[in-house]
């Protein structure tokens, strides 16, 4: 027994101490271990030299989820590039936010920028359908004057995020009164009520990152941050990857020639001359000179399946490119190692303009302070 009339035996005593101990190794090796896993890897290759990295695309996307377009200049604000995610479509019934992620086939709807200096509100954004779809086109103002909006009805609760705060938009209507209302022509292309939203006054605050836990900013209709960038040879390498596991996992043979367009991921800024993937280890960039208004690279941007939509089809792949991506590109995000990276999410600390062929300057690498 290890109990006498003189209180606990030594023995008792000895085998409480060691098992202090474990349990104390045991609590410090794990606190070690959540940080080490919370930590960003500091850099290990040397910035690009000025004149290597240029700006190849930019994409803007005025309609959450919809078609892209491809402009040579473009300015940019703290919540965005200017026309980018400022609109979105709802479900009228639910004032959630609609998706690709849920109706892929919005990835076929092609807005428009019309700019008209002469118009008071600076040009038209036209909206207009697959052929096929029955769905007229429509336009409605570019940049809606106060009186308009005032004529607008708004809608304080609509869901983003179900975990997030809600978002603020206005119903968009037509200027004319012959012409149907734009939530009417989305509606029948839906088919179920929907709304047509310009984003409202109220600030969107967004979350910060492990690497910015202080970030203070905000964005429009954006899933989450003001920006993508992404390098072009990043898709070439995936396109490499993919190529050997045609066959396998329900990768259809027509992988092995199909291009994976760079469009999938959704970009605004796409760089050329930093090689595959060359943005996860930048911090800080200025486009155009040194002097430029730097953007802060806040985080990777992990992925869901919303790459798997085709742009040009509407149409989603069981494999492409989310299952390769998953061969290669995992455990980069330091919060969700288990989910593929492409690209980063950028935050402008003012105002700015980018144009097709700028240089990019990379002003920090992650973890080490003075690059030029």
Known sequence: MLLDTYGPSPYLWAILAITASILFLSVTVKRHQAKAALTV???T????APGHVSVSKILIHPIKSCRGISVQSARYTPEGMENDRKWSIIDADKAAIITARDFSKMVLITPQIEMDGSSPHNGFLRVSFPKGSGCESFSIPLQPTDS?????RILRDVTIWPTHDKVDGYICESLSSDTPPPSSILSKYFGKPV???YKGPRPRSINPTT????LKATAFYQDMYPLLVLSEESTSLLEHELRGYVGTQGIHERWKTDPVP???????????GGGAFSEDQWEEISIGSEGAPPITLVSKCTR??????SPETGERDNAVPYKVLMKFRTGIDPTQKMKPCVGCNGVPASDGLVKVGDWVYVKKMIGVDGCH
Do not use: A, K
């Open 41 to 43: 890897p500091m850099s």
């Open 45 to 48: 290759v040397p910035p690009p």
């Open 148 to 152: 308009i909006l005032q004529s607008w």
């Open 195 to 197: 709304h047509l939203i």
């Open 211 to 214: 690497s910015f836990p202080d």
């Open 262 to 272: 760079i469009e999938r991921f959704r970009p605004n800024i796409i760089f050329r």
């Open 304 to 309: 869901c399946l919303l790459p798997n939509v």
